[in-house]
């Protein structure tokens, strides 16, 4: 956890815990109600990069126009299309991860946007 700034917007990252979705899982409000039998998925991108995803997030940002997987998949039609599901992922607990509050994203997330917008 050696990185001290936003891979987007710079702004100093904090350390807290957070669930194992990518998107939301360092909101406060995802990791109040956070349960272990929460459902997450490992996902393949069409750039080989993978992230988990909650239940919600999946259908939000990869099927929603305006969504987070619009911005990684740009040449699918419906991004969700574009996701190749890799795995079920377990979840008995928090984790820990740097967050961007800025951006409102987990470090894991941030970079894997960051080094799309770079491609």
């Known amino acids: 956890m050696g990185q001290a700034q936003c891979p987007i917007c710079y702004s100093p990252l904090e350390v807290r815990d957070v669930t194992p979705c990518f998107v939301?899982?360092?909101w406060p409000e995802s990791v109040a109600r956070f349960g272990s039998a929460a459902v997450f998925t490992e996902f393949r991108l069409p750039?080989?990069?993978?992230l988990?995803?909650?239940r919600g997030c999946e259908l939000e940002e990869f099927m929603v126009p305006g969504g987070w997987g619009?911005?990684?998949a740009p040449d699918e039609g419906r991004p969700v299309n574009a996701l190749q599901r890799v795995r079920s992922v377990e979840s008995s607990c928090?984790?820990?991860d740097k967050f961007c509050?800025?951006?409102r994203l987990r470090l894991a997330f941030a970079v894997l946007v960051a080094d799309n917008g770079r491609t």
Do not use: A
């Not at 750039?47 to 993978?50: K, V, W, Y």
């Open 52 to 54: 988990v995803l909650c």
């Open 47 to 50: 750039s080989g990069r993978c």
């Open 101 to 103: 509050p800025t951006c």
């Open 94 to 96: 928090l984790e820990r």
């Open 70 to 72: 619009y911005r990684l």
């Open 24 to 26: 939301c899982g360092g």
